[in-house]
């Protein structure tokens, strides 16, 4: 039985080193979400942190739109991150 139980241990220690490895992937991966026309475009980490915001001057005169494609950007961003991290076999996880 103690055999089992070492096993178990080292199943479960590779376990946590594949997630400490996906969870730095995360962090390093950078994905870009993009509103119609590309007006506006945001860049967030796979930790769904800003990094960056671009805005074509052409939308500062409609408050209004410059809201909504602000959130499409950020809804395209989300969307693809998930694609991302559902493909590296993280689908699901509370990341």
Not at 67 to 94: C, N, R, T, V, Y
């Amino acid at each position: 039985m103690g055999s089992g139980l070492s096993k178990m241990r080292k199943q479960a220690q590779m376990f946590e080193e594949q997630m400490k490895k996906l969870q730095n992937e995360l962090a390093e991966m950078r994905v870009e979400g993009v509103s119609s026309q590309e007006l506006v475009k945001v860049t967030i980490s796979g930790e769904k942190d800003v990094l960056d915001i671009s805005i074509n001057p052409e939308t500062l005169s409609d408050g209004e739109g410059l809201q909504d494609l602000i959130l499409e950007a950020f809804a395209d961003a989300h969307k693809k991150l998930d694609e991302k991290s559902q493909g590296m076999g993280m689908g699901g996880l509370p990341f």
